[in-house]
């Protein structure tokens, strides 16, 4: 079965600074795709970001970006300019590839992000 | 606007009563998912539903039942069997992951339910 692995349970910034969340994962497969949530104190899960497996260049969105190593198995986030607002729940989520039977998504136990002012 | 609409958003429940909570989506999905989530912990699979009349269990199922009558809801009932129920219970869907899509999870807002 494959497993994701945040080995971060708190992070903190600065405001306005850089920071990097990291994720790695165990799998078989070659085809899967990679996301990124986060989960304010609202308990609203958002999507922030997605990788897929078969792309080599990685997702950016705005002040997110992530660095996807395939063969390392590692898809870190990375958040420039921290605003309070990006306080939160990261969860680091993997999806097996479409047309398989049973449970698809996978996810890691999650990192808390601080921003101090 | 298309979402999930989950309700009620907090529900209070009596040891020995069985409580449901609605997962209502409009996106046209066909998978829908259920998913505990107890304090400053991640998420944990209940069960999942890949199509109509179909649902398989998760990794906590017992305790817990689910229907999939129609496409557009999946309905979770925390019965009394279900030990220790006081946790934040989301509800997802999402499309196959096919014709260039993704396919990740669309969340609702959640439900708090706490046993007295």
């Known amino acids: 079965a494959q497993t994701v692995t945040q080995s971060q349970p708190e992070m903190s910034v600065q405001e306005a600074e850089t920071v990097t969340l990291s994720c790695t994962y165990d799998?078989?497969?070659?085809?899967?795709?990679l996301f990124w949530y986060k989960q304010p104190p609202s308990r609203q899960m958002i999507l922030v970001i997605r990788q897929e497996a078969y792309k080599q260049q990685n997702a950016t969105e705005n002040r997110f970006s992530v660095n996807f190593q395939k063969a390392a198995k590692s898809f870190s986030l990375k958040i420039s300019d921290s605003q309070l607002g990006d306080a939160a729940m990261y969860f680091c989520?993997?999806?097996?590839?479409?047309?398989?039977?049973?449970?698809?998504?996978?996810f890691g136990t999650g990192t808390s992000l601080t921003v101090i002012p | 606007d298309g979402g999930i609409t989950q309700s009620p958003k907090y529900l209070f429940r009596k040891e020995g009563q069985n409580v449901t909570l609605s997962c209502e989506q409009n996106?046209?999905?066909?998978?829908m998912y259920w998913y505990r989530q107890d304090p400053g912990q991640g998420l944990r699979l209940i069960y999942y539903s890949q199509i109509v009349n179909d649902f398989q269990k998760g990794d906590i199922a017992e305790g817990y039942s689910v229907s999939r009558e129609k496409k557009e809801s999946f309905p979770l009932t925390v019965t009394s069997a279900q030990k220790n129920p006081t946790a934040f219970y989301l509800c997802a869907s999402s499309t196959p992951g096919l014709a260039g899509s993704t396919g990740e999870l669309f969340f609702g807002e959640g439900s708090r339910l706490t046993v007295l």
């Open positions: 996106l046209n999905h066909d998978a």
């Open positions: 989520a993997y999806r097996r590839r479409p047309l398989n039977t049973g449970n698809q998504f996978y």
């Open positions: 799998t078989s497969e070659s085809d899967y795709y």
